[in-house]
T-cell receptor
Framework: AQRVTQPEKLLSVFKGAPVELKCNYS??????LFWYVQYSRQRLQLLLR??SRESIKGFTADLNKGETSFHLKKPFAQEEDSAMYYC????????????????FGQGTILTVHP | EAGVVQSPRYKIIEKKQPVAFWCNPI?????LYWYRQNLGQGPELLIRYENEEAVDDSQLPKDRFSAERLKGVDSTLKIQPAELGDSAVYLCASSLRDRFYQETQYFGPGTRLLVL
């Protein structure tokens, strides 16, 4: 079974401060990890995936298999980063019913104060 | 492009009544998902379609929920009869695998259901 845990329901920072949204997972196989974001009154959208190793809107996330974590980081938070963030896991290279099945964490509401 | 379209956006019904949700995926996307999102939780998969075939419906409560995807395009999700615990946001997503088997799921705006 796969499980994603986001320990913080709420996270508040001031503009310009660093921010880290935590994500831990449990999965016996090889996972693909994602961060999804939902801005106010907008639909859920992909922010970044670990295999791309890219920075999106200043955010980065590193998959740490030893600690089974995929924390999302940004060195200088902006007010427009305020949103709900979901960490999600999918089995990598899985066929059949496992393919495409995203398991989401409970989400973290990030508020960036001016 | 409009993206994934869902209707209705909101629905209020009394318990024991039937309800149906409709989803139009992004053109060309052959994989379609229905998720349920309870308040304060992340989305949970209900059913996945590859074209018109339901390939993973293990999480669908089959005693009251049903889904179909005729012609492999639009899909409907039905609840009959609805219960109070069915109050949630129902999300539809669609995706297309690229030649590297990378897949991105695109979500619709959701249907917010309230059962009274």
């Amino acid at each position: 079974a796969q499980r994603v845990t986001q320990p913080e329901k709420l996270l508040s920072v001031f503009k310009g401060a660093p921010v880290e949204l935590k994500c831990n997972y449990s999965y016996s196989g090889s996972p693909e990890l994602f961060w999804y974001v939902q801005y106010s009154r907008q639909r859920l959208q992909l922010l970044l995936r670990h295999i791309s190793r890219e920075s999106i809107k200043g955010f980065t996330a590193d998959l740490n298999k030893g600690e089974t974590s995929f924390h999302l980081k940004k060195p200088f938070a902006q007010e427009e980063d305020s949103a709900m963030y979901y960490c999600a896991l999918r089995p990598a290279n899985a066929g059949g019913t496992s393919y495409g099945k995203l398991t989401f964490g409970q989400g973290t509401i990030l508020t960036v104060h001016p | 492009e409009a993206g994934v379209v869902q209707s209705p956006r909101y629905k209020i019904i009394e318990k024991k009544q039937p309800v149906a949700f409709w989803c139009n995926p992004i053109s060309g996307h052959n994989t379609l998902y229905w998720y349920r999102q309870n308040l304060g939780q992340g989305p949970e998969l209900l059913i996945r379609y590859e074209n018109e075939e339901a390939v993973d419906d293990s999480q669908l409560p089959k005693d009251r929920f049903s889904a179909e995807r005729l012609k492999g395009v639009d899909s409907t999700l039905k609840i009959q009869p609805a219960e109070l615990g069915d109050s949630a946001v129902y999300l539809c997503a669609s995706s297309l695998r690229d030649r590297f088997y990378q897949e991105t799921q695109y979500f619709g705006p959701g249907t917010r259901l309230l059962v009274l």
